[in-house]
T-cell receptor, first 113, second 114 residues
Framework: EAAVTQSPRNKVTVTGGNVTLSCRQTNSHNYMYWYRQDTGHGLRLIHYSYGAGNLQIGDVPDGYKATRTTQEDFFLLLELASPSQTSLYFC????????????FGSGTRLLVI | KTQVEQSPQSLVVRQGENCVLQCNYSVTPDNHLRWFKQDTGKGLVSLTVLVDQKDKTSNGRYSATLDKDAKHSTLHITATLLDDTATYICVVGDRGSALGRLHFGAGTQLIVIP
């Protein structure tokens, strides 16, 4: 079954710590996305990618890096984590941007203390 | 500035009752609108997508409407079940191409009680 799998499910780190969130999709989709979800806000786009080696900046990229190593794998990197990055992070994939269907992962809850 | 506003913010209904969720937006252009269901601690699952200027869709107990002139959409849930307890998120896509972006509402939290 086509899916988007995120790991870890939960993560706690200290301020200034280094965190990598992982996402793998088995949908054979070209497009992958990283979002954050905070109470009272809609999902906000951090980074996205059209394919392996490609990276596009989203709407809230500050403090985040991303890397798309293969068509399947998309990573979000927080090199100096801050408490403001405490959030629920979602990865998604689609076969093309636009009105095609999106598949979301189950999320990674990150707490920066 | 929030471009997708959902109401109510939260809603409690009794099992078996019907409910209506609202979505107003200012996104331009508005290529399509999608409703997602998000169970607590889970990812988003697409319920329906609306594309036409005045569109209607039906998916089991879920039905939705879109009026692009009014920039307004509704999601109707008929004969609610306890499993309908979730957050429902309205998302507007500004284009139908690789240049498009999704604009997310903050969601309506629906609680269905016995």
């Amino acid at each position: 079954e086509a899916a988007v799998t995120q790991s870890p499910r939960n993560k706690v780190t200290v301020t200034g710590g280094n965190v990598t969130l992982s996402c793998r999709q088995t949908n054979s989709h070209n497009y992958m996305y990283w979002y954050r979800q905070d109470t009272g806000h809609g999902l906000r786009l951090i980074h996205y990618s059209y394919g392996a080696g490609n990276l596009q900046i989203g709407d809230v990229p500050d403090g985040y890096k991303a890397t798309r190593t293969t068509q399947e794998d998309f990573f979000l990197l927080l090199e100096l984590a801050s408490p403001s990055q405490t959030s629920l992070y979602f990865c998604a994939s689609s076969d093309r941007a636009g009105n095609s269907d999106y598949t979301f992962g189950s999320g990674t809850r990150l707490l920066v203390i | 500035k929030t471009q997708v506003e959902q109401s109510p913010q939260s809603l409690v209904v009794r099992q078996g009752e019907n409910c209506v969720l609202q979505c107003n937006y200012s996104v331009t252009p508005d290529n399509h609108l999608r409703w997602f269901k998000q169970d607590t601690g889970k990812g988003l699952v697409s319920l329906t997508v609306l594309v036409d200027q005045k569109d209607k869709t039906s998916n089991g107990r879920y039905s939705a409407t879109l009026d692009k002139d009014a920039k307004h959409s509704t999601l109707h849930i008929t004969a609610t079940l306890l499993d309908d307890t979730a957050t429902y998120i309205c998302v507007v896509g500004d284009r139908g191409s690789a240049l498009g972006r999704l604009h997310f509402g903050a969601g309506t939290q629906l609680i269905v009680i016995p």
